[in-house]
Antibody
Framework: QGQLVESGGGVVQPGRSLRLSCAASGFAFNTYTMHWVRQAPGKGLEWVAL????????YHADSVKGRFAISRDNSKNTLYLQMSGLRSEDTGVYYC??????????????WGQGSLVTVSS | EIVLTQSPGTLSLSPGERVTLSCRASQSVSGSYLNWYQQKPGQAPRLLVY???SRATGVPDRFSGSGSGTDFTLTISRLEPKDSAVYYC?????????FGQGTRLEIK
């Protein structure tokens, strides 16, 4: 089991930008597809974006497409989420998660502790 | 987008009881890509079951998953107070990845 530690959250005004980071340790970061998942206060889980291990594949949820960009730096074992044009509905805890593939299944087997983003004027 | 609907929304049970949580998909989901997570207040989700019926490492055998197609269940036998949490199903088979809205389980 590895460790994922998010950082970069905080309070930001609507329309502004913020970059989240997720530092990975204890596993071969460059061999895993990584994801961001968010959770609005008191609400359920919403998948946000994924990036493949070699950065060749990136997908974003429609709700953030064109505003958020996922990236990674395998030399630094770090995952990023660049968020721009932030809206109040982007408020929530943002988790990074590791995708595991096993016996034909895919799932998130490791999660960070989360980073709180609050969009408010 | 595959919509996952979980039921019931909330339930309150006593220690030692057995509970079955339901997850219904708007389209057929390969059982290989239906997962269950447990989330306690202030914590990140924790994987319980993957591939519809395989328990994750360290998960007690009181937790079991089953189902296929559009109907999946998570059963918890012999409830313990520490099972109080919100339980989410997730499908990983079709983009975008989606989660159910969650079932909140309270152990009285």
């Amino acid at each position: 089991q590895g460790q994922l530690v998010e950082s970069g959250g905080g309070v930001v005004q609507p329309g502004r930008s913020l970059r989240l980071s997720c530092a990975a340790s204890g596993f071969a970061f460059n061999t895993y597809t990584m994801h961001w998942v968010r959770q609005a206060p008191g609400k359920g889980l919403e998948w946000v974006a994924l990036v493949s291990s070699d950065v060749s594949i990136k997908y974003h949820a429609d709700s953030v497409k064109g505003r958020f960009a996922i990236s990674r730096d395998n030399s630094k074992n770090t995952l990023y989420l660049q968020m721009s044009g932030l809206r109040s509905e982007d408020t929530g805890v943002y988790y990074c998660a590791r995708e595991q593939n096993l016996r034909g299944s895919a799932f998130f087997d490791d999660w960070g502790q989360g980073s709180l983003v609050t969009v408010s004027s | 987008e595959i919509v996952l609907t979980q039921s019931p929304g909330t339930l309150s049970l006593s220690p030692g009881e057995r509970v079955t949580l339901s997850c219904r998909a708007s389209q057929s989901v390969s059982g290989s890509y239906l997962n269950w997570y447990q989330q306690k207040p202030g914590q990140a989700p924790r994987l319980l079951v993957y591939g519809a019926s395989s328990r994750a490492t360290g998960v007690p055998d009181r937790f079991s998953g089953s189902g296929s197609g559009t109907d999946f269940t998570l059963t918890i036998s012999r409830l313990e107070p520490k099972d109080s949490a919100v339980y989410y199903c997730q499908q990983f088979g079709r983009s975008p990845i989606t989660f159910g809205q969650g079932t909140r389980l309270e152990i009285k």
